[in-house]
C-alpha cells in the first residue's frame, strides 16, 4: 500500500514539473513576441557598405591613401596632385610620386629600378628640358597597413639628377625624340642665364619617364601630370628678407612674415640635413598623412595662419 501511494506521489510530481516547464516556455515566446513588437524595424536591403548612414564611422583624414583613384599624383609637403603641380622655381622642397602604378612597378624590380622624369618647357623663347633623378624609397602606409613603394624626386638636386641622368643613352634619346631643344637642364637653378627668369611663370609638357640608359617608360602613365613653374625675382635671392608685417610679404609673393623674414608657407627650411634620421622619420610621418607636416615646425615654414590648405585628390 505505502509503495502504491509512492509510485502515485512520483507521477504527480513529474506531471507538475512537466506543466512548469511548459507553461515557462509559452511566457518567453509571449514575451518576445510583445518586446519585438515595439522595436524600430529595419529594411536591411537599404542599407549597403556604402551608405550615408549618420551612424557609419567617420575620418578626419585630409588625405586619404586609400583612395580609389587610379591615377598617379605628386605630392608636395600635404596637397596632392593629379594633375597641374604649382611649384616655385626657387623651391627646394623633395616631391614623391605616387600611386598603384607607380608601386606596382617599382615592386616587380624588387626596388632597384630607378629612372629619370623629363619636363619640356612650353615657352617659345625657352626651348629647354629638365631632367631629374627619380629614386625608390619605400614606406610603411599604416592607412593601407602595407609598405609602399614610390619615387622621390628633387629638382634642387644638381649632384643627384647629374649622376643618374646624365648619362649617353637619356641624352640620345631625348635628343632623338626633340632635336629643337636647346639645352637640358638638371635643376631649376640653372634652368635660366645668370639664375634670372624673366618670366613670371613657365608651364611644362607632361611628365615623361626614362630608364637610365635612355629606354621610354611608357608603363607608367604620367600624362596627367604637368607644372607649372612660378617665378619671382625676390625669391631668387639667397639672403632672407627681412620684415615686421605678413602684408610686407604677401605683397610679394610670399606666405607671411615669420620670425623676422618673409617665408612660402609649407615650405622646406634652408639648411635642414634632409639625410638625419630624425628628418626621414618626419618624412614618414608626412608621407602616411600629408597633414603631419603641421608637427614639424623644425623642418618647414607654417604660418601663424594656415594660407595653404591640404588638398585631396579628385
Known sequence: MQTKISNETSTALQSSIAF???FLFLSTL???GLLSSCMPQTDLKKISPGSNSTNSPTTNNPTSTTTNNTLNYIQDGPN???S???????GT???YLRGKIIHEFISLSTGNQQICLGLRLLDSEMQKMVIVAAKAQTFYNFSTQKKEWYYLVNFSDLESNTSLCQKTGVINRINLLYPSLSAIRYSLENLCASGNCSKTF???NSLEAFTTSGTIVSSL???NLSFKFTNSSTNNSTTPLGCTTNDTCTSIGYSCCSAGQCVKDLQLKEGVNTSSAEYLQALQDILANPNNIYQYPQ???LCSVNTTQPSTLS
Open 20 to 22: 512548469a516547464r511548459q
Open 30 to 32: 509571449l514575451i518576445s
Open 80 to 82: 596632392l596632385y593629379t
Open 84 to 90: 597641374i603641380i604649382n611649384y616655385p622655381l626657387s
Open 93 to 95: 622642397n623633395p616631391l
Open 202 to 204: 613657365y608651364n611644362s
Open 221 to 223: 602613365t604620367l600624362t
Open 299 to 301: 623642418y618647414y615654414y
